[in-house]
């Protein structure tokens, strides 16, 4: 476990620890329930942009991908397709999605920041102009129900929902990827030093359309796992600024923003960290009209103490070394 | 009676960068209407001083005194009013603006806010005048060629009262007509009492024209030499630290094979310049030439990372053209880039994560990395090239040039080339691994690779080479053998002047 996780850790376990000591209600199984459901859900979509940030890039899509995949997937039940084939569909087109940002930032040279601002605007007038920007429900009765949004009663009242063991197997599967494949090790090269990659044979295009498809099918994921959660989707609203917090958590998580850096958990402990804020200032009964604040307080926070041990950490090595060569 | 204090004095500068010691106990005097030049090979400190005296870097330790008092120069501006001028080897001139106003640019005067242009242009003339520029005041810089733009920032340097004029290699892309120009200038402005600090490669322009040398090697004074002593030998014997023929030991080799043979090459940067040549197994090929030459595009083209405009490529008699480096790579070429940093290493990954970097889809098991053979690889490099790292986990960043070359070097020995692409291949790094990669060079060759080297150092190319080809402007204007070799006859090639060799 690198520094930083660690950090973040024990931010989490303050934070943690506060609230249940300032709240006797924080610590019983209904509110762990949620609270462990909800910061998997924003873990997911965490790790999927921690990968184009890995690469030095960013996505911005990411919620209004979330609200395009929902709204379809409440046309198509409305509409009485097969849930099990429109759910692969829904992630086959969020794969073209990010297959189009990639391509787009790769072979034309646009900017990612441009590429999924336009995706963000895009995305989300397609799906209020499908939906008639009506808000849908659909009664969580469908075959597929259980395997979306369903519970694993732990003991009490305590359970693990079903977002919560899709992220245990994204989150190894993207740990694996990026710690012990060749292409994880790609990536984090050409996000240190894209030309350095290059000149060393990597093929970064490839990777890093690559990249932004892992980033848009996770979106895609946590898309499906949102609509079936709420049983409701709101085409104009559902998703809405999640790109802000997954993006949050990845950089809370130790993924820094010029590319090349990143730990899987890191950014779910992160994304951990930002709802239990929105929980505790809820609870402990802080104005909820704050909460945006103190979320980027601390986020605001912990970044800049990150770069302040950094700072020290290179400082004494350069010392070290200049007393290693008098 | 005490003598007049020298106009500068630097004492005992020391200066550290992570990672490398720049300068330690570095001493400097200048006298009024003096030119001193300063030499070193590439990485020696010669930048770096000149950078403190002007403000842009702060020495670590040591003292700077002007007229005998202690001065602290902490920036540009400050430099500027003491009175000295940085005249950076890339000029740095605003092409969008006339030269009147690039003179004074940061320095306008004004009445309350106004800039007032009479005065600008008119003593802007009387600068111009001073170093024999004839042009309007209100010509475009981005009309100007390179020597005229290199009168203008010198013209720039008068207008702030520079007694000190620093040059960091003032002639680097002048040609030979134009350097004699700035040259006279150079003597004009010592006349006019003006002291000028000259920072060269160019070792026949430094005999030319200095009142004296300080030679800078590893960062430490190395010596001195005045009038006389100045010469093309002794300079050498200072910069490298023994006797040249100790250094370079190149001997006659067998050659193989034809490795690569390229025919009527061209390289997006000069696509009317065809290019032909080829190089055997076993020799040690040497590319000269001006900055740029071509030098460069030309590896990166055969390397792949720039790909053709037309041409051929054969390595081992079968045609190749390498659309990405992944291509050459796969076909036995590397190239050890002149950017060591941007574009041989990833500095913030460590020296096994470096080594590794292109053999692991080699050596790959269903894409996963086989950990322990990384290690291993790591371990036998930093052994074979002596790579000095605590361990093979250390970040690359915090290493010496001289060993982060060796890491770039490790790299793509790992993948047994059969042609071996080597750009600027010493440039930054200290004399000790200078002589390492010089073995390591003459080992490969003599196992069988075929080495193509680019250098700007003279020394370099006459020390190593079997066979030199010269360049300019994109084309190859020669090809010297060893026995042909010298200086004189490089530089005539170099700067375009075919019939001279």
């Known amino acids: ?326 | 009676m005490p003598e007049d204090p020298p106009l500068l004095q630097a004492s005992a500068i020391g200066k550290q960068f992570p990672g490398v010691r720049a300068l330690h106990n570095v001493n400097l005097t200048l006298s009024q209407g003096e030119i001193l030049s300063l030499v070193g090979e590439n990485g020696a400190g010669k930048s770096t001083m000149m950078k403190i005296l002007a403000g842009i870097h702060a020495p670590d330790e040591g003292a700077i005194e002007l007229d005998g008092n202690l001065v602290r120069i902490t920036n540009v501006r400050e430099a500027q009013k003491y009175g000295i001028a940085l005249i950076h080897q890339e000029l740095n001139l605003s092409d969008n603006l006339d030269i009147a106003a690039n003179i004074f640019l940061g320095n306008e005067p004004h009445k309350s806010g106004v800039i007032d242009r009479k005065r600008i242009h008119r003593e802007s003339a009387q600068f111009l005048k001073r170093v024999g520029l004839e042009f309007p005041t209100d010509t475009l810089v981005a009309d100007l060629t390179i020597g005229h733009q290199q009168l203008v920032e010198i013209s720039k340097a008068l207008s702030v009262d520079a007694r000190i004029i620093i040059m960091d290699e003032p002639t680097s892309s002048l040609s030979q007509k134009e350097s004699e120009k700035l040259f006279e200038v150079i003597r004009d402005l010592k006349s006019q009492g003006i002291s000028i600090i000259y920072i060269s490669h160019r070792l026949g322009e430094v005999i030319n024209l200095s009142d004296r040398v300080v030679v800078l090697r590893d960062g430490e004074n190395a010596g001195e030499l005045v009038g006389g002593e100045i010469t093309h030998d002794a300079m050498v014997k200072l910069m490298v630290g023994r006797d040249l023929s100790q250094f370079y030991n190149r001997t006659a080799t067998t050659l193989g094979e034809k490795i690569l043979e390229v025919k009527g090459l061209r390289t997006p940067p000069y696509p009317n310049n065809e290019i032909s040549f080829s190089v055997r197994s076993g020799e040690i090929l040497g590319i000269a030439g001006l900055v740029g030459a071509g030098r460069t595009e030309l590896l990166q083209t055969i390397f792949g990372v720039t790909p053709a405009v037309g041409g051929m490529i054969k390595l081992k008699g079968k045609e190749l053209m390498p659309k990405n480096s992944l291509d050459a790579i796969d076909s036995g070429i590397v190239l050890a880039p002149e950017d060591r940093k941007r574009h041989g290493l990833v500095l913030e990954m460590s020296v096994r994560e470096n080594t590794s970097l292109a053999r692991l889809r080699r050596d790959q098991k269903v894409g996963m990395i086989d950990f322990n053979n990384e290690a291993q690889l790591a371990d036998k490099m930093i052994e074979e090239l002596k790579i000095k790292t605590p361990h093979s986990d250390q970040v690359v960043q915090y290493l010496s040039g001289g060993n982060q070359q060796k890491v770039v070097l490790g790299k793509w020995l790992s993948m047994n080339p059969s042609l071996l692409l080597l750009d600027e291949p010493t440039r930054g790094i200290d004399i000790g691994s200078k002589q390492e990669i010089y073995k390591l060079m003459e080992e490969l060759a003599a196992s069988g690779v075929a080495v193509i080297f680019v250098s700007s150092e003279m020394e370099e190319v006459l020390g190593m080479a079997d066979r030199v080809l010269v360049m300019h402007e994109g084309a190859i204007t020669g090809e010297l053998s060893r026995e042909q070799l010298n200086e004189e006859a490089i530089m005539q090639l170099a700067t375009g002047n075919k019939a001279a060799a």
Request: net charge positive; with cysteine; glycine share 10%.
């Open chain 1, 1 to 326: 476990m690198n520094k930083n996780t660690i950090g973040i850790l024990s931010l989490f376990v303050l934070i943690f620890g506060f609230t249940w000591y300032s709240n006797e209600n924080f610590a019983n199984g209904y509110n762990m329930t949620n609270l462990v459901k909800w910061s998997s859900l924003y873990a997911i979509m965490g790790i999927g942009v921690a990968f184009v940030i890995i690469t030095g890039g960013i996505d911005l899509s990411i919620g209004s991908v979330i609200g395009l995949v929902a709204s379809l997937l409440a046309l198509a039940i409305e509409n009485e397709w097969d849930p099990t084939l429109t759910v692969i569909l829904l992630l086959g087109l969020s794969i073209v999605i990010g297959l189009m940002h990639g391509l787009l930032i790769t072979k034309v040279k646009l900017q990612p920041f441009v590429v999924t601002l336009c995706g963000l605007l895009f995305y989300r007038g397609i799906s209020r102009w499908l939906t008639d920007n009506q808000t849908m429900q659909f009664p969580g009765t469908e075959s597929l129900d259980s395997f979306f949004s369903g519970k694993l009663l732990i003991f009490g009242k305590f359970a693990l929902a079903s977002p919560f063991f899709f992220l245990v197997a994204i989150a190894l599967i993207a740990a694996f990827f990026l710690n012990r494949t060749i292409w994880g090790r790609y990536l984090l090269a050409l996000g240190n030093n894209e030309d350095g990659a290059r000149y060393s044979g990597i093929q970064t295009d490839r990777l890093k359309i690559a990249a932004y498809v892992i980033c848009s099918f996770l979106a895609g994921v946590s898309g499906l796992l949102f609509a079936y959660e709420l049983d409701s989707v709101q085409p104009a609203q559902t998703g809405e600024f999640y790109e802000l917090y997954a993006i949050a958590a990845a950089v809370l998580g130790g993924c820094s923003l010029r590319g090349g850096q990143g730990a899987i958990f890191g950014v779910i402990i992160a994304a951990a960290v930002i709802r239990l804020l929105r929980n505790s200032i809820n609870l402990i009964g802080i104005s909820t009209h704050l909460e945006f604040s103190i979320i980027g307080l601390v986020i605001l926070g912990g970044v800049t103490a990150d770069e302040m041990i950094k700072r020290i950490v290179a400082k004494r090595r350069s010392k070290q070394i200049s007393a290693s060569k008098s």
